[in-house]
């Protein structure tokens, strides 16, 4: 028992040294993995089930950042720190998740499980369409008025391109989840019920992002942004309401995420 803890520990802290050694996460997401990574892979029964669904995520958002990155600094929309992830960030894509793997620790019902796929889908599929939806050839359009165009990385901006990443990157993550033994369904169903959860996830984050969400101006660059410092300078805010910033609108979409594989599950049976 002892021997194991230890040893998923270790697991963690490897993923953790090698993320933090390619630059997936600065020091501070770092420890912050450390823990969320320790409670999925520790708490629930066979939890490296879970924790290989959070590795899954994790590989395909650091590929996603790293993908095309000198294209992303060159528009002015890559990941400051070449995509670095800080703590905040970390948390509030897979605190919700960790919380979810605790749940099931007490509590292992499928509902549960359904719920911690649709957290990590959700923060698939909103980091992927971000970051691949950046590269769309045609321009963003913000999703309270199609009609009218943005800048790539701009708040509430959304592509094609960025819609059908977000749903491949939902199928992956419940699919995966199938083949492991987390999600008692069918491959299919588990396909769909990650594809709708992280399109939920990923369209909420963009409708938060188009309306109440925090923009600040950054006057170096006289780019939009969504970080309270750019250019190593602090932003002004020029809309949105105070403590709705990107970390909290992503911490807000996977608890979407969670609720929509729910729905799907409930359905599916
Ligand atoms: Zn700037």
């Given at each position: 028992m002892f021997a194991e803890l230890l040893l998923e520990i270790a697991v963690v802290a490897l993923v953790g040294i090698a993320s933090f050694a390619v630059g997936a996460v600065d020091f501070s997401g770092f420890l912050a993995a450390l823990f969320l990574g320790s409670v999925i892979i520790a708490l629930p029964p066979e939890g490296w089930r879970f924790f290989s669904v959070l590795l899954t995520c994790h590989i395909l958002t650091y590929g996603s950042t790293r993908y095309k990155l000198s294209q992303k600094a060159a528009l002015g929309v890559a990941q400051s720190k070449?995509?670095?992830?800080?703590w905040s960030n970390v948390a509030a894509n897979v605190g919700v998740a960790a919380a979810l793997a605790a749940a099931y620790s007490q509590s292992p019902t499928p509902l549960v499980a359904a719920s911690f796929v649709g957290a990590i889908s959700a923060a698939t599929s909103d980091t992927l369409s971000t970051e691949i939806g950046l590269l769309s050839s045609s321009p963003p359009k913000l999703i309270t008025s199609p009609k009218q165009r943005v800048e790539p990385g701009f708040s509430g901006g959304v592509t094609l391109l960025g819609i059908l990443v977000a749903v491949v990157g939902g199928c992956v993550i419940g699919g995966v989840s199938q083949l492991l033994g987390?999600?008692?369904?069918s491959l299919v169903g588990a396909v769909v019920l990650g594809g709708a959860s992280g399109l939920a996830g990923s369209l909420f984050d963009s409708l938060l992002g188009a309306t109440v969400q925090q923009i600040y101006l950054c006057?170096?660059?006289?780019k939009l942004v969504e970080e309270k410092v750019h250019c190593g300078q602090p932003t002004k805010r020029v809309r949105g309401i105070p403590p709705i910033e990107n970390n909290f609108v992503n911490l807000l979409a996977t608890i979407v995420g969670a609720a929509s594989a729910s729905a799907t599950l409930l359905s599916l049976v």
């Open positions: 070449g995509g670095a992830r800080r987390v999600l008692p369904t006057e170096r660059c006289r």
